[in-house]
């Protein structure tokens, strides 16, 4: 899939990591439809980068089909938004609990949903959702994170089946640890000692990547990040150990307490 000329759907773009997508793909020549909550952030963003801003809450059902309305022309859509939603469960009230899995899960499906069919009879187009290596591997205080970013991962690999022979592509991106981007950086909180991070840059070229290549999955972390959540999506148990002897819960408490306003 080319990008350049292409009208591309962004989410999420007034985080970390969506500036830093918006800003590759303005950068390959991408015209720009930014979405997000933030008013104040997005329409200065999408002035600088030569798109245009649709304010847009994605727990709210009104809002995405009127965002699909508007993004009619769209050929590429990112699904790139997500809550904070660390913690135990058991501390979330059930509102919260409803809302995250509503921005994580459901409006990247229902987006692909209400988009795909205008992108199949034009014979091309892309679906892209950002999970994250969460999704491979469960971790201390991380179920309701867990719970959306494996559902994230179950369809959209299975969307892409369905899909095949459409001229519509769909990938997914996974990415680690983000060390100047994203939940750590917007909580304040520093990553587990010893792992190593990736930028917000890297995550941008991996999902334009994806796009041109096609690609199904591209996990974007160091090599022992990859190895691991891989092996600890195959054995839980040890998993579990080895998160525990990291102090994995120890890092999603101090992650909670930095998202609990984000909610």
Do not use: C, W
């Not at 994605?58 to 790139?80: C, F, G």
């Not at 994580?104 to 034009?122: D, G, H, I, T, Y």
């Not at 519509?168 to 990415?175: A, E, F, R």
């Not at 995550?203 to 959540?229: D, F, K, Q």
């Amino acid at each position: 899939m080319r990008i350049g000329g292409t009208t591309v759907l962004l989410t999420g773009a007034t985080g970390g990591i969506g500036q830093t997508l918006a800003r590759a793909l303005a950068a390959k020549g991408a015209r720009l439809l930014l979405t997000g909550r933030r008013e104040e952030v997005l329409r200065p963003l999408a002035e600088r980068l030569g798109g245009r801003a649709i304010v847009a809450d994605l727990a709210e059902r009104s809002d995405l089909e009127r965002l699909v309305e508007e993004a009619a022309e769209a050929r590429i859509l990112i699904a790139n938004a997500a809550l904070p939603s660390s913690g135990p469960v058991l501390e979330y009230r059930s509102e919260e609990l409803d809302r995250a899995l509503d921005v994580n899960l459901r409006a990247p499906m229902l987006l692909s949903r209400m988009m795909a069919p205008r992108m199949v009879e034009s014979g091309s187009g892309h679906l892209v959702m950002i999970g994250s290596l969460s999704g491979r591997t469960a971790s201390p205080g991380a179920a309701l994170y867990n719970a959306a970013k494996f559902g994230l991962r179950g369809f959209a690999l299975g969307l892409r089946q369905d899909l095949h022979g459409t001229g519509v592509g769909v990938s997914l991106v996974q990415p680690g640890f983000v060390g100047d981007a994203g939940m750590f950086a917007e909580a304040g909180v520093s990553t587990p000692a010893g792992v190593r991070t990736i930028s917000s840059r890297r995550v941008a070229a991996a999902t334009v990547r994806a796009i041109e290549r096609n690609r199904a999955e591209v996990n974007v972390a160091p090599l022992e990040l990859r190895l691991g959540s891989a092996l600890g999506g195959l054995f839980p148990s040890l998993a579990e150990r080895a998160q525990r002897g990291a102090g994995a819960a120890t890092t999603s408490r101090r992650l909670a307490d930095g998202q609990r306003d984000k909610r």
